[in-house]
Each structure stands twice: as structure tokens, then as C-alpha cells.
């Protein structure tokens, strides 16, 4: 599996930075995130940035692959190594 390579809805695909996702693949690539809270986090303006494509109760909603990879990577905490 290369370094993009990543298993989304049991396919392994190779995805760029550029590539849009919706919000079932953005919730695997998050960690299985809940689907609703990343509606809740839409509501309240927060979570990755995301797409509104279209208008009225059709329009889709996709994130880019390269902002779920920035929104993870600020989650990071980082912790002083226990010294042995």
C-alpha cells in the first residue's frame, strides 16, 4: 500500500489532497468520527472545512482530502515520554 493509499468503505484507494470525499469516507479517514457529529460540527462552524455543492435539499456536501489530513494532524497533543 503506498503512502496515500487508504481504505475507505473496504476499497483501497490512493488518495491526493485535492480529491473530495463525502462524509462517509471523511468519517473513516477521521477515525470513524460519528456521521452526526460531523454534522454537528457543520452546524457550529467548526471540524475541517467542508463544501457545499449545489443548491436547495439536493446539494451534496465533501470535504478535501488534504483539510481532514490538517484537522487530524491539529488534534495532535503532544505529551512529555515517560522517563525509565
Known amino acids: ?14 488518495l ?4 473530495l470525499v463525502d ?3 471523511a468519517s473513516h479517514l ?4 460519528g456521521i452526526n457529529t460531523l454534522r454537528n460540527w457543520r452546524v457550529q462552524k467548526c471540524g475541517p472545512p467542508f463544501f ?8 451534496l456536501v465533501r470535504y478535501r ?9 491539529s488534534c495532535r497533543i503532544e505529551t512529555k515520554a ?3
Open 23 to 25: 462524509e462517509t469516507e
Open 30 to 33: 477521521l477515525g470513524k468520527i
Open 82 to 84: 515517560l522517563s525509565t
Open 65 to 73: 482530502v488534504g483539510d481532514l489530513r490538517t484537522h487530524l494532524a
Open 16 to 19: 491526493l489532497d485535492d480529491d
Open 1 to 14: 500500500m503506498g503512502s496515500n493509499a487508504k481504505q475507505v468503505n473496504d476499497k483501497i484507494v490512493d
Open 52 to 59: 457545499r455543492i449545489g443548491a436547495g435539499r439536493r446539494r
